[in-house]
């Protein structure tokens, strides 16, 4: 904090000093992705970097709030610890809980009741109690579903097992396929395009959400999978373009039976 406020001081920094809130956002949530690409690398020495490069975020932003007159980063850490400690009432105090399910139920019920009193953070009394109110709508669509599925399941509202989400994700499928069919069917209205089409984005919803409760079922974070996956395609697609080079040509041009051919070769080889 010493040198962050010494950066942050009329003869520190030019670019620390120009920084704000707002300004800040895009590297705290680039510093998490890395984070989370150092944490898969196996590497603990970039691991622990990435993770003071995060921490930094964090001391940055208390330093502002600081100069502003809001908090300062002992009360950044006296809230956390307050709250775990009553988030915990099974460890310091009389509530009992032997499972982790029964942890993550009373960990969403104590929440509900900190909204509802205004508990958490010295406000007044918000109007929702719902467990979904504390979701940000500004995540990501895929991360937003899951965090929204997620604190459903805390509380019980859940399938019962995997073969459920499975027929759900069945079920999801061949309503996009009658949703793609029906476009096929009203392509003469313009109207008629419009709402099929609305249409086909509802389902396709539908099935992305029917897929993202398969990923958390199974205990898998879906961004997590989904940039792996992404990964897994990039490195394939370029090693076909590299072997499309090898044979003095370029992949756009190769015949698109060559090009299955290649992707096939690319599942064994990258």
Request: aromatic share 6%; proline share 3%; glycine share 6%.
């Amino acid at each position: 904090m010493a040198l962050q406020r010494r950066l942050r001081a009329p003869n520190g920094c030019p670019w620390d000093r120009e920084q704000t809130h707002q300004s800040l956002k895009p590297f705290l949530i680039e510093e998490a992705y890395e984070v989370l690409d150092a944490m898969e690398s196996g590497n603990g020495e970039k691991f622990a970097e990435e993770l003071g490069d995060l921490l930094l975020q964090i001391l940055f932003h208390a330093e502002l709030a600081k100069e502003q007159g809001q908090f300062d980063i002992a009360e950044v850490i006296r809230a956390v610890h307050a709250k775990m400690v009553r988030r915990h009432p099974h460890v310091f105090g009389a509530a009992k809980a032997k499972t982790s399910a029964q942890v993550l139920k009373n960990w969403e019920q104590i929440k509900a009741e900190e909204r509802a009193a205004g508990s958490s953070n010295g406000q007044a009394a918000t109007k929702s109690t719902s467990v979904l109110s504390a979701v940000p709508r500004s995540l990501p669509a895929l991360l937003e579903g899951y965090q929204l599925t997620r604190r459903a399941s805390n509380i019980g509202f859940d399938w019962q097992n995997m073969e459920g989400v499975l027929e759900k994700l069945s079920e999801e499928i061949c309503e996009l396929r009658e949703a793609l069919e029906g476009k096929t069917k009203e392509a003469r209205g313009r109207k008629s395009q419009v709402e099929a089409q609305q249409k086909i984005e509802e389902e396709m919803g539908d099935l992305l959400f029917a897929a993202l409760n398969v990923s958390r079922f199974a205990g898998v974070d879906p961004e997590v999978a989904l940039k792996q996956a992404n990964r897994k395609f990039t490195r394939r697609f370029q090693w076909m373009e590299q072997k499309a080079g090898e044979r003095n040509g370029r992949l756009a041009d190769v015949p698109r039976a060559d090009m299955e051919e290649l992707w096939n070769q690319s599942k064994v080889q990258a």
